[in-house]
């Protein structure tokens, strides 16, 4: 088993910044990927952003590349969501997500993919 616990989700203005954390205890063989979903008000979920555990390799939507970054801190078992540039549509939960699956294996997109869930942190973004 992995336990996730996500920080960090907050109200900002438009073209604010805000920066997500999440810890993984548990399992380590368990963490191959692990990423950010978010689901917006009346929107299904919707995949964000992947790191695999090395942390060598990164996937974004095509929605937040440029503006999000994820990242990782191996020696924490954290991983970080530093989004910039936040529009209106940003404001949604976020919820970490990790997956038993090898990097070339896992469809990011896909979130039956992801085995292990967190309880989601709340981004608003409004002016």
């Known amino acids: 088993q992995v336990q996730l616990v996500e920080s960090g989700g907050g109200a900002v203005q438009p073209g604010g910044s805000l920066r997500l954390s999440c810890a993984a205890s548990?399992?380590?063989?368990?963490?191959?990927?692990m990423g950010w979903f978010r689901q917006a008000p009346g929107k299904e979920r919707e995949f964000v952003a992947a790191i695999s555990s090395s942390g060598s390799n990164t996937h974004y939507a095509d929605s937040v590349k440029g503006r999000f970054t994820i990242s990782g801190d191996s020696a924490k078992n954290t991983i970080y969501l530093q989004m910039n540039s936040l529009k209106p549509e940003g404001r949604a939960v976020y919820y970490c997500v990790v997956t038993r699956y090898t990097w070339i294996r896992v469809a990011f997109t896909d979130e039956s993919e992801y085995h292990y869930w967190g309880q989601g942190t709340q981004v608003t973004v409004s002016s």
């Open positions: 548990g399992r380590s063989s368990d963490r191959y990927v």
